[in-house]
């Protein structure tokens, strides 16, 4: 019971990288864009009637979701692998609500699979508004792992403390 009242370390490493660097924040941008874009493709569809707005809006769900689950694998990777991130409120909840995400794209991109045009008037806008909003809080979740916590910044408790030293202190 003692052990839950330290700190954690700052600076956790990661497991999957390439050369030192976390492969999870290079995927994430891809999903968190096309996942963003839906809205307002779904906007420009309903403002201007142009189908076309609305196909773009099924791609952009599609393609977010799909690799939405590439960052989430790579995530869950890290979660499971890398006990300082495990041991952190922050990275379940950040877990938790990127499932969520993926499971509220992955709807909005079968809802328009039959009907694009349709799928964005019954409910299409309303799942990617939602989807936003749990972009937002995965984002802002995912960073306080990075900007509070350190992880997968490589940064090491001695690093840390040569750096307040020198007056580069990390707030």
Not at 17 to 27: D, E, G, L, S, T
Not at 60 to 84: D, P, Q, R
Not at 109 to 121: E, H, I, K, N, T
Request: hydrophobic residues 55%; glycine residues 14%; aromatic residues 8%.
């Amino acid at each position: 019971m003692k052990k839950l009242g330290h700190p954690l370390p700052l600076g956790t490493h990661t497991a999957v990288a390439i050369a030192r660097h976390p492969i999870h924040p290079m995927v994430v941008p891809f999903p968190i864009a096309f996942l963003l874009a839906v809205v307002a493709t779904d906007v420009a569809f309903l403002m201007t009637g142009d189908e076309f707005w609305a196909r773009a809006s099924l791609w952009l769900a599609g393609g977010g979701t799909g690799l939405g689950f590439v960052a989430g694998i790579i995530g869950t990777l890290e979660l499971l692998i890398i006990k300082g991130i495990r041991h952190r409120a922050a990275g379940w909840s950040h877990f938790v609500v990127a499932v969520m995400l993926l499971a509220v794209g992955f709807i909005n991109w079968l809802s328009r699979l039959g009907d694009p045009l349709q799928a964005v008037m019954q409910g299409g806008l309303a799942l990617s508004l939602l989807g936003a909003l749990l972009v937002a809080l995965a984002g802002w979740l995912g960073g306080e792992l990075v900007f509070e916590h350190h992880v997968g910044l490589g940064k090491h408790q001695q690093q840390d403390r040569a750096d307040e030293h020198d007056g580069h202190r990390n707030e």
